[in-house]
């Protein structure tokens, strides 16, 4: 078993990704994975989290939007009430919260303060083995889905 993470994890929604366009602003990063990053230190006292919107499984990029451009172009259009580029379940599957720099932080405390952050509450939280889940996604080469991950090792929020 790897080191144990602090998580909190929530089901991608409209609700989440205009929660994050509305309080975090554009990503900090993109990959072409599909994940968008936000680092900014509204953990426990100050601690940096690592917010990161997980793609779905087999994630492929629209066509008509750039690496850089899906998390805006999909915010926009659902704050407009518009089809985004794609449909959401086929962007993201749920947002992770974790402290960025392996800080000691209780689950419990990242949770309020994620909570506070965002204005939704997390689906669950509690520890999570980053390293199995990292190693599974990529033996499969992305094929996994994180999010299931979490939450299976998470368990009910």
Do not use: K
């Amino acid at each position: 078993m790897g080191r144990l993470v602090p998580t909190c994890v929530w089901r991608a929604s409209p609700e989440v990704v205009l929660a994050l366009d509305e309080r975090f602003g554009p990503p900090h990063d993109a990959y072409v994975n599909g994940s968008q990053v936000w680092l900014r230190d509204d953990g426990p006292s100050g601690v940096t989290v690592e917010w990161r919107l997980h793609p779905v499984a087999g994630y492929q990029r629209p066509p008509a939007v750039g690496t850089y451009e899906v998390f805006e172009a999909a915010a926009d259009a659902l704050a407009a009430g518009v089809q985004p580029p794609a449909p959401l379940e086929r962007l993201w599957e749920g947002l992770e919260a974790f402290a960025a720099y392996g800080d000691e932080v209780e689950p419990a405390t990242l949770a309020a303060a994620a909570t506070e952050s965002l204005g939704v509450p997390p689906d669950a939280s509690g520890v999570a083995d980053h390293d199995r889940i990292g190693d599974e996604w990529e033996r499969t080469g992305g094929r996994t889905s994180i999010v299931a991950a979490l939450l299976d090792q998470l368990g009910p929020g």
